[in-house]
């Protein structure tokens, strides 16, 4: 069984710029949700996708988008990076058997630094 | 909304201690409770979920317990070694996705 993967695993942008970050879940999951940590805080949740629909968000603005694939990979995608965007970006999947209650599956995380 | 707040901050024992990191919640709704551990610069390693309708959790020398109620959980780990240090996390599943607290800094000195 793979677990989840995400790349790349740093990344290095100035402002403005935009970045595409991917995630592939965990076999049998179809259900992918991001999160962003900042240095020396817990994750906050971005947004989650289910059958390739957005499925809940978060208190992010509307620069930070997604996209499911049909075989339940994902992307987050961010336009117009601003310093504060400087993170861990990990990604999560679930098998949403339950909907609800599912245990979520983290991946490594991508490092993203904003210059 | 949901808050999550992780009591202590930071945290430094001897080794060879139990201690109990502590985890409160505002919204008692929840499905379930998990605790992680971070390593410094690295991603999430899932050590313990708690299911709503369950009291406590165990594996290896960590166990956790959940008192939906009272919005509380606390990670108590036994016989605490030098590897153990790290940062911990604990989360609560909240409609479809995870609050979390800011985590507990542990240090454990040889």
């Known amino acids: 069984e793979t677990g989840v993967t995400q790349s790349p695993t740093h990344l290095i942008k100035t402002r403005g710029q935009q970045v595409t970050l991917r995630c592939s879940s965990q076999s049998g999951h179809n259900t992918v949700s991001w999160y962003q940590q900042a240095l020396g805080q817990g994750p906050q949740f971005i947004f989650q996708y289910y059958r390739e629909e957005e499925n809940g968000r978060g208190n992010f603005p509307p620069r930070f988008s997604g996209l499911q694939f049909p075989n339940y990979s994902s992307e987050l995608n961010v336009n117009a990076l601003e310093l504060d965007d400087s993170a861990l970006y990990l990604c999560?999947?679930?098998?949403?058997?339950?909907?609800?209650?599912?245990?979520?599956?983290f991946g490594p995380g991508t490092r993203l630094t904003v210059l | 909304k949901q808050e999550v707040t992780q009591i202590p901050a930071a945290l430094s024992v001897p080794e060879g201690e139990n201690l109990v990191l502590n985890c409160s919640f505002t919204d008692s709704a929840i499905y379930n409770l998990q605790w992680f551990r971070q390593d410094p610069g690295k991603g999430l390693t899932s050590l313990l979920l708690?299911?709503?309708s369950q009291r406590e959790q165990t594996s290896g020398r960590l166990n956790a317990s959940l008192d939906k109620s009272s919005g509380r959980s606390t990670l108590y780990i036994a016989a605490s070694q030098p590897g153990d240090s790290a940062t911990y996390l604990c989360?609560?599943?909240?409609?479809?996705?995870?609050?979390w607290g800011a985590g507990t800094k542990l240090i454990i000195k040889p």
């Open positions: 989360a609560v599943n909240s409609n479809y996705q995870l609050i």
């Open positions: 708690i299911q709503s």
């Open positions: 999560a999947s679930s098998s949403n058997r339950d909907y609800l209650g599912n245990e979520q599956f």
